[in-house]
Nanobody, 123 residues
Framework: VQLQASGGGLVQAGGSLRLSCVAS????????VAWFRQAPGKERDFAGS????????IYADNVRGRFTISRDNSKNTVYLQMDTLKSEDTAVYYC?????????????????WGQGTLVTVSS
């Protein structure tokens, strides 16, 4: 499975962006999908995840209430709507497909990774 993330760019603090992650095909099982992010010089951190059906989401504390994950399985696409962006949201954002239906926070839970898309928030 290949994942293509897009939608990053430069935005002012308080603004919004929507990221997309398109999979080349279905994985054949009901896999959860997550977004991670990696700021310059820092480790890759969990931002949020969504179940296969899209009826369950998990968010990191520092994005909850500002970020929303959704998915359209008919298009093999997962979205990350980011609102009220802050300078500390600046990072490369990666989408990842889980090894199973488990939508955990750990990097090891994810099998396929996109190439990342850069989000820069100016203050």
């Amino acid at each position: 499975v290949q994942l293509q993330a897009s939608g990053g760019g430069l935005v002012q603090a308080g603004g919004s962006l929507r990221l997309s992650c398109v999979a080349s095909r279905r994985t054949g099982s009901n896999n959860a999908v997550a977004w991670f992010r990696q700021a310059p010089g820092k480790e890759r951190d969990f931002a949020g995840s969504i179940s296969w059906r899209g009826d369950s989401t998990i968010y990191a504390d520092n994005v909850r209430g500002r970020f929303t994950i959704s998915r359209d399985n008919s298009k093999n696409t997962v979205y990350l709507q980011m609102d009220t962006l802050k300078s500390e949201d600046t990072a490369v954002y990666y989408c990842a497909v889980a090894r199973s239906s488990y939508a955990g926070r750990e990097l090891a839970s994810y099998q396929y990774w996109g190439q990342g898309t850069l989000v820069t928030v100016s203050s």
